[in-house]
């Protein structure tokens, strides 16, 4: 009778010490992670929710004179320089064209603010920055350096056609704006750039205030 009761007891513990274990598992399984624990136990998997990123737009330097025409087109295109590379008249080279590629290339100046583009102009006015003849794009595709006809093209602009320019510049540079019509995933063409409202380093930062720039707002 004694080995009995003994017997019971041993089985009892044996199933309490297990029933122990197999809670205290479980429990640590759901406290990690109460979705983990749950798929452990019922053999299922958690979903996982993915945040999709907008597409980032892509603007090429090289369509954006296209569309400055589309809005204004009143604007000169000054494209009847001879190509040196085929003899032909390079019609797809336009003042404005022009214009941006000094802005960007020559001058690293930022394609989504105002008063960059401000500077721009005001260097084709003759009161900021001096323009190199060498460094002015066409100057070695074109048979007649296109630079001083430019200049004297955007002299004839008066103020108001000078801030309508410069508002359609910004727009289409502007990702975010509608008249952006480049989508193209093409990125590796050095006339293509990323721009955003916010500058995270990628377009350079615009210069720090110098002597006169208060009479270059008024341009």
């Known amino acids: 009778m004694a080995i009995i009761q003994c017997s019971q007891r041993w089985y009892r513990s044996v199933l309490l010490a297990l029933g122990f274990a197999v809670l205290t598992v479980l429990a640590s399984g759901i406290e990690s ?3 983990q624990g749950l798929a452990k136990i019922s053999g299922l998997t958690t979903p996982v929710a993915i945040a ?3 597409p980032t737009r892509v603007v090429r330097i090289r369509d954006v004179w296209q569309q400055v025409y589309q ?6 295109k000054e494209n009847e320089y001879v190509s040196l590379e085929n003899g032909e008249v390079a019609a797809e080279d336009t003042l404005i064209g022009r214009l941006i590629r000094y802005h960007v290339y020559v001058k690293g100046r930022s394609p989504l603010s105002r008063f960059d583009w401000k500077l721009t102009l005001a260097d084709y006015l003759g009161v900021n920055e001096g323009m190199l003849e060498s460094q002015y794009p066409g100057a070695g595709s074109l048979k007649q350096n296109p630079l001083d006809g430019d200049r004297e093209t955007v002299r004839t602009f008066n103020r108001s056609q000078r801030q309508e320019l410069v508002d359609t510049l910004v727009n289409s540079f502007d990702p975010n704006s509608s008249e952006n019509a480049s989508d193209s995933p093409d990125r590796s063409s050095e006339e293509t750039t990323q721009t955003s409202p916010k500058n995270n380093g990628s377009s350079p930062l615009p210069p720090l205030p110098q002597p006169g720039d ?3 707002l008024q341009l």
């Open 71 to 76: 809005q204004l087109p009143d604007l000169p």
């Open 33 to 35: 992670s109460p979705f």
């Open 52 to 54: 999709q990123q907008p």
């Open 214 to 216: 208060a009479e270059l």
